[in-house]
């Protein structure tokens, strides 16, 4: 196979080929390439062909790089501009905010404590905002829980969600390691795993709960 796939190289490169076009073709690493064809003699209009297709790729790119950077310019004027829209955060604000983002990531079942978890650092700052201001929870009431994989550095981990939420490490509650999925050739997308934050309180589960259902019934008005 390697005979053939060598004497298919050596022909394709005759032809004026680039090496990477070559291992397009057949499907092999370049080094191989490289190898098969030394010792093949290109012609001049060869050579020139080559360089200008080579100019012309790096033209494309170029050219793909300008677009995505305008984009990311248009894009980034219209966020911009929304934000302009909200100037502050009024106490009434940041209940109905939390309560929202926790009637979409907190836990519902336990009634015996409000428990919310999320791998993204500004939601825990804003959950840990609403616990403390809405609810004025106590720092010795908060207790943390790291979920991350088993191939990652859990004491890493506590150290980064502690000082992302403010809960100190000893009132962390053992840190739940899952089977690594590094092996599997999966993109590690979460570093740092995911926080739960536990307030053990019974009124405030229920509290929030009752807000829950309120939003629900006035999204549920049609006018």
């Known amino acids: 196979m390697k005979k053939e796939e060598q004497k298919r ?7 004026g080929m680039s090496l990477n076009e070559i291992v397009r073709e057949l ?10 064809v030394q010792g093949v003699e290109l012609s001049e209009k060869q050579k020139k062909g ?4 080579g100019r012309s790729i790096g033209s494309i790119e170029k050219r793909r790089i300008s677009r995505m ?11 911009d501009a929304a934000k302009e829209k909200i100037s502050t955060l009024s106490r009434k604000e940041l209940l109905l905010v939390g309560t ?3 009637w979409g990531e907190g836990g519902k079942t336990i009634k015996g404590a409000a428990r919310l978890s999320n791998s993204d650092p500004d939601v825990i700052r804003f959950m840990m905002r609403f616990f403390r201001e809405i609810f004025d929870v106590p720092q010795k009431k ?10 990652l550095n859990a004491e890493k981990a506590e150290r980064y969600w502690s000082k992302i939420s403010g ?4 009132q962390f509650f053992k840190t739940y390691s899952k089977p690594s999925i590094a092996s599997k050739g999966k993109k590690d997308n979460l570093p740092y795993g995911t926080l739960q934050i ?3 309180d019974t009124i405030i589960f229920l509290t929030i709960k009752g807000w829950i259902e309120k939003l629900s019934e006035l999204g549920n008005i049609v006018l």
């Open 9 to 15: 190289a050596r022909i394709l490169r005759k032809k």
């Open 27 to 36: 499907g092999v690493s370049k080094a191989s390439v490289s190898l098969w």
């Open 50 to 53: 080559l360089s200008e297709r």
């Open 69 to 79: 950077s305008n984009t990311h310019k248009r894009h980034r004027i219209i966020i």
């Open 100 to 102: 929202a983002i926790y």
């Open 142 to 151: 908060f207790r943390g829980h790291v979920h991350t994989f088993s191939h």
């Open 167 to 170: 809960i100190p490490r000893k």
């Open 198 to 200: 536990y307030v053990c």
